[in-house]
């Protein structure tokens, strides 16, 4: 008997009905003789809700009880499948993350997944039970409850099906698949059958929204293939998996955009060793992850301007901790600045083909966009323009790299 970990999301258990309908697909899958673990989120709003209450509270919550508090939702949703589908004659079993011993480290709201229990989850399975697991939730080795960061009950999934080594791990959200961008903003939006992990991997931390990235690493690590799927209708899919020549044709499969991302820039901070190392090091201390940097040395080559970009939410953090690092670094200001986004192309045939990036600056210029920071990797090109113009550049790319066709026709124009 095969082994299936499914993972659904909060819009898939947003209501009772919507919690029946999820029942009858896992109800479908077990009778046809499937080990089947279930991974859920909490129902749709309710983390943002619980995230809401602690911040009318608190300031700044205290991590500890905001992990107590926010692993809640899940509690409830999987107690609810699991009442469902009981009396749907399929005999199942609520499980939080003490019971099948998720441990986890402590970094309390963003913790990582060390080990799973597999025995406890296989002997569910040889008393033919549905397991029905809380995602996004943890425990460390002192018992603490942790979780996985906003999106992670998809790493919960994917490292579930990693232990059981299941044949797929499967994600059901309210999208049919992977696209190739963002069906909201650009119309000729197509989806793809299939995409490699790293190029999911970008995608997915460009700003993609479909799978939570660090999901990705783990699959891609303990190469668990994962099929994304609409809890809603049957067809479509995406497959994610490890990259094949196929994929390597399509040049670019991808165009992202993130605007949760804010540059903070130095203005004339000293040009002199260890200057560098003395701000990153003081936002690593605090957890703060830096995106792109750039520095430019001015004209009187003794000081240079130093910009960089961090996510909206580590924003005031990050500039309140530059401020008081400037008190004896000595910059000339420092400025702030939320009002940019990150566009990305995304494609593993980029490795093999010149000219990829000037296609893509060329039609940013040609609708008038702006550029103010460029980053680049084997297999993906970003960009930091003006927020107003994400829709536009989107669009502008998706048809310059004619991505509504499959296959592409990269520099056959
Ligand atoms: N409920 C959590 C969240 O909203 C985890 C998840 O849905 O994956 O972020
Ligand atoms: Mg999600």
């Known amino acids: 008997m095969g082994i299936v970990v499914q993972k659904y999301g909060g819009t898939s258990v947003a209501n009772l009905d919507k919690i029946k309908n999820v029942a009858q697909k896992v109800a479908h899958r077990?009778?046809?003789?499937?080990?089947?673990?279930?991974?859920?989120?909490?129902?749709?709003?309710?983390?943002?809700?619980?995230?809401n209450l602690a911040h009318e509270l608190s300031h700044t919550p205290h991590l500890r009880e905001m992990d107590v508090l926010i692993s809640t939702g899940e509690q409830v949703s999987v107690a609810l499948l699991a009442m469902m589908l009981n009396d749907m004659g399929v005999p199942a079993r609520s499980l939080l993350a003490h019971q099948i011993a998720i441990k986890t480290d402590t970094s309390h709201t963003k913790a990582r997944i060390l080990d799973i229990d597999a025995d406890v989850l296989n002997k569910i399975f040889a008393a033919h039970e549905v397991a029905v697991v809380a995602g996004f939730q943890g425990i460390t080795k002192d018992r603490d409850i942790t979780t996985l960061g906003r999106g992670g009950s998809d790493t919960s999934a994917v490292a579930l099906a990693a232990v059981l080594k299941a044949d797929i791990c499967e994600i059901y959200t309210d999208v049919d698949g992977v696209y190739t961008s963002d069906p909201n903003i650009c119309i000729k939006a197509r989806r793809l059958d299939k995409i490699s992990?790293?190029?999911?991997?970008?995608?997915?931390?460009?700003?993609?929204?479909?799978?939570?990235?660090?999901?990705?690493?783990?699959a891609k690590k303990h190469n668990v293939p994962i099929l994304v799927k609409s809890t809603?209708?049957?067809?479509?899919?995406?497959?994610?998996?490890?990259?094949?020549?196929?994929?390597e044709k399509e040049v670019v499969s991808g165009i992202t955009y993130d605007k949760n991302e804010a540059k903070i820039t130095l203005l004339g901070v000293p040009d002199k060793p260890g200057v560098a190392a003395t701000l990153f090091s003081a936002l690593s201390n605090k957890n703060i992850n830096v995106d792109m940097i750039i520095q430019n040395i001015s004209t009187d080559g003794m000081s240079a301007d130093m910009s960089f970009t961090v996510t909206m939410t580590d924003f005031e953090k990050a500039l309140s901790i530059i401020g008081e690092i400037?008190?004896?670094?000595?910059?000339?200001?420092?400025?702030?600045?939320?009002?940019?986004?990150?566009?990305?192309?995304?494609?593993?045939?980029?490795?093999?083909?010149?000219?990829?990036?000037?296609?893509?600056?060329?039609?940013?210029?040609?609708?008038?966009?702006?550029?103010?920071?460029?980053?680049t990797s084997e297999i993906k090109i970003s960009c930091v323009v003006d927020e107003k113009f994400i829709e536009l550049g989107v669009r502008v790319l998706h048809d310059s790299f004619e991505l509504e066709k499959p296959g592409g026709n990269f520099g056959e124009n």
């Open 30 to 51: 077990y009778r046809q003789g499937e080990n089947v673990a279930v991974v859920l989120s909490a129902m749709a709003g309710e983390t943002d809700r619980l995230i």
């Open 197 to 218: 992990y790293d190029e999911m991997l970008e995608m997915a931390s460009l700003g993609a929204k479909v799978l939570q990235t660090r999901s990705v690493e783990f």
């Open 232 to 247: 809603f209708t049957d067809d479509g899919g995406t497959l994610v998996t490890m990259e094949d020549s196929e994929m």
């Open 326 to 375: 400037n008190k004896t670094l000595g910059a000339r200001d420092v400025l702030g600045d939320t009002s940019i986004a990150k566009i990305s192309i995304v494609g593993a045939g980029m490795r093999s083909h010149a000219g990829v990036a000037a296609k893509m600056f060329e039609a940013l210029s040609s609708v008038g966009i702006n550029i103010m920071m460029i980053s």
